[in-house]
Structure formats: C-alpha cells, structure tokens
C-alpha cells in the first residue's frame, strides 16, 4: 500500500505531457504554473486550515525550490528540449540523491542502489529519440531542476514539516505567488482560459497538483529519498505510454526494451537479492 501511494505522484506526473497536448496546447505554460500552483495550494488550505508548523524561512526555501523556481527551469527546458529529453534528464534525479548524500553527508552510496539508478537511467536513456536536439541551456535547465528537486527531497525528510496537507499546502500557495509577477513580466496579463482548456485545468490542480504533490510528501517521509527517487522513473514511462495510447505516438523496439528496462529496476528494487550490495561501498 505505502508503495501504491507514493506512485499517484510519478504517474500523475506523467500525465503532464498528454494533458497539455489534448486540453492546454496554445496556453502560456507560466500562466499554467500558476494556475496549476495557486488553486491547489488554496484548496488544501481549505481542507486544513492552519498555519504551518515549520519556520517561514524553512517554507520559503521548499516553495522557491520546489514549485516556483522548479517551475520556472522546467518551463525554461521545455522551451528548449523535446519532452522525451527533458525526461530523461529528469530520470538523472536518483543519480543526484545519492550524489547530494555522498558529497553533504559523506555517506557512500551502497552499489545496489546506484546499480539500480544507473539501470533505471539506462532504461529512459532507451526511450529517446536519436535524433534528438540537445540544446545546452535546455539540459542545464533540467539539470538544474532536477538538482533542486533533490534538494528540497533532503530537506521534506529531514525538517520535521508537521501535517502534510499543511505543509504542502503553504508550498503550493506561496510558490504560486512567486510565480505570479515572473508570468506577468514574460507572457504579460493573465488570459482567461477557454471552456475547453477548464477540464484539464481542473485535472491539473486537483491530481496533477494537490494529490500528487501530497503523495510525494508522504512518500518521502514514508519511504525515504531512495526509494522516492526510484519511483520518479515511473514518470517518464507513463508519459511515453499515454503518448502511445492518447497522442497515436509509435514507439520502436528500442523504447519498449527501455520501457522493461525501467520497470526491471523497480523491481530489482524490491527483491531481496538488492540487500547483497547494500553494505558493499564503493571503492575510494
């Protein structure tokens, strides 16, 4: 069950490239930020309203590196690589969590786990497309996104941030305030959606959004950033697959391969074959 739940948020995620391809093609993506940020933090606020527990200085570092300045790279390598690619570079953030521990907490990371990174990685690697462009401002963008993903996952599971819908509730409202003046500045006033557009807008906010982004609080403080990180690979995945299914996308031998590769680590994951290396370091 603990598993299923931490999911919602990498296959909610997913979702994020098929919706905007139905329902949000054409919408400026930072008013979409805020959009996406904004009612769902107010929403979760609603259900819980109380002051959050832990220090503003703390909450205004997790909402500028976890949704407004998260969004705005996002967005920047959006503009600027493939989704397939942005993805993938996505797919580096298990990588980056036994990185950050190795280098501020000195702790090695044990092989199992970043065998497991690297054949989960190998696997998205699979999934692009060779003819890809990699434009060098895209993949620092998504490196760096990626980067304050994992930093901001350090610090959900070490403070101790009190009720989750609070907490994730203050995230979303103030790093939707954040955004607010960046999208003013780069694609000028707030347009009004069209009647079209409101059914995806209404699955942004309340599961691409709110639940998603509670399921990863709960997954971080329930699993742990390791296993958080593992689950994130399932994003890109769902996104390849829905394109398949939504967007009539073709995939070739390679990408499906890519696909069981993912999947294969997620279960390498749970076997108790992964205890083995658990204790083995790596060499100095």
Known sequence: MPLLIALIAPLAWGSTYALVNLSLAGLSPFWVACWRALPAGILLLLLRPRWPSL????LFAL??????AFFILLFLAAYHLPGA?????????????????WVLD??????????????????????LDPSSHLDPVGVLCMLAATLLVGISARWMQRWETGDLL????????????????????VAGPMPMPSLHALPGLGYLVLVNTALAYWAWMWGLRRLGTRTMGMLALVNPVVAVSLGVMLVNEQLAP?????????????????????RLFRRTPLPA
């Open 85 to 101: 690619v942005a993805g993938t570079l996505g797919a580096t953030l298990p990588l980056m969590l036994l990185l950050l521990g």
């Open 106 to 127: 000195r702790q090695r990371p044990p092989l199992g786990w970043l065998l497991n990174a690297l054949l989960g990685l190998a696997g998205v690697i699979m999934l």
């Open 63 to 68: 909402a500028f590196c976890n949704i407004a």
């Open 254 to 274: 390679l990408q499906w391969c890519g696909i069981a590769t993912v999947l294969g680590s997620l279960v390498l994951m749970k076997l108790p074959l992964h």
């Open 166 to 185: 609070v907490i994730t509730g203050w995230q979303l409202l103030l790093g939707g305030l954040m955004l607010v003046p960046v999208a003013w500045m």
């Open 55 to 58: 220090p503003w200085g703390k």
